[in-house]
């Protein structure tokens, strides 16, 4: 049982839109920034945005992040199937520990 | 290029213990806080521990508290994970992660490719 809870997958056409949720806590995301992952098969995950809505050099703009209150979410505009693959929320814990979301499979039909 | 490699993952019986290292390249190693992050066979992420840049702070989950020590050596530009204590459910691959390129308050841009670490009899 994750501390984030994430839908477990989503799904949508090539070219389309997508969100993906991540829900917390105030004693995690409330208090703090979040981050977001995506993990293609068979490897290590990648940074897609952090503090809420950041992207790393090199991160398309069809990926965004926001965040209200305890939730945060994922937009990926522009559906590719490259874009298929695991993609996870994190955030700090009011303990000082990273925690994370359970992982949403994304679909490109 | 900032680099992470991990090594020293393999099958341990229960109850044993494993050495994992992290040797980081292409940044100061030693200013920068480091973690251990693994992934059980087809589930998702689990951080297991933080360690912050000249060792004064650690952190663990709950799950590995009293039995892993994190530790590293700003010297050798290595971040270590000694796992003690092994149960069939420590079995992952474990990644070695930090924030190094980005200035960010959240989140983890640089990992390793992993090391798979598989407890069982």
């Known amino acids: 049982q994750s501390v984030l809870t994430q839908p477990p997958s989503v799904s949508a056409a090539p070219g389309q839109k997508v969100t993906i949720s991540c829900s917390g806590s105030?004693?995690?995301?409330?208090?703090?920034?979040v981050s977001w992952y995506q993990q293609l098969p068979g490897t290590a995950p990648k940074l897609l945005i952090y503090?809420?809505?950041k992207r790393p050099s090199g991160i398309p703009d069809r990926f965004s992040g926001s965040k209200s209150g305890t939730s945060a979410t994922l937009g990926i505009t522009g559906l590719q199937t490259g874009d298929e693959a695991d993609y996870y929320c994190g955030t700090w814990d009011s303990s000082l520990s990273r925690v994370f979301g359970g992982g949403t499979k994304l679909t490109v039909l | 290029e900032v680099q992470l490699v991990e090594s020293g993952g393999g099958l341990v019986k229960p109850g044993g213990s494993l050495r994992l290292s992290c040797a980081a390249s292409?940044?100061?190693?030693?200013?920068?806080?480091m973690n251990w992050v693994r992934q059980a066979p087809g589930k998702g992420l689990e951080w297991v521990s933080s360690i912050s840049s000249s060792s004064s702070y650690i952190y663990y989950a709950d799950s590995v508290k009293g039995r892993f020590t994190i530790s590293r050596d700003n010297a050798k530009n290595s971040l270590y994970l000694q796992m003690n204590s092994l149960r069939a459910e420590d079995t992952a691959v474990y990644y070695c992660?930090?924030?190094?390129?980005?200035?960010?308050?959240?989140?983890?841009?640089?990992w390793g490719q992993g090391t798979t670490v598989t407890v069982s009899s």
């Open positions: 105030s004693s995690n995301i409330g208090n703090n920034y």
């Open positions: 503090d809420n809505n």
């Open positions: 292409g940044f100061t190693f030693s200013s920068y806080s």
């Open positions: 992660a930090s924030i190094v390129v980005v200035v960010a308050a959240s989140g983890m841009d640089v």
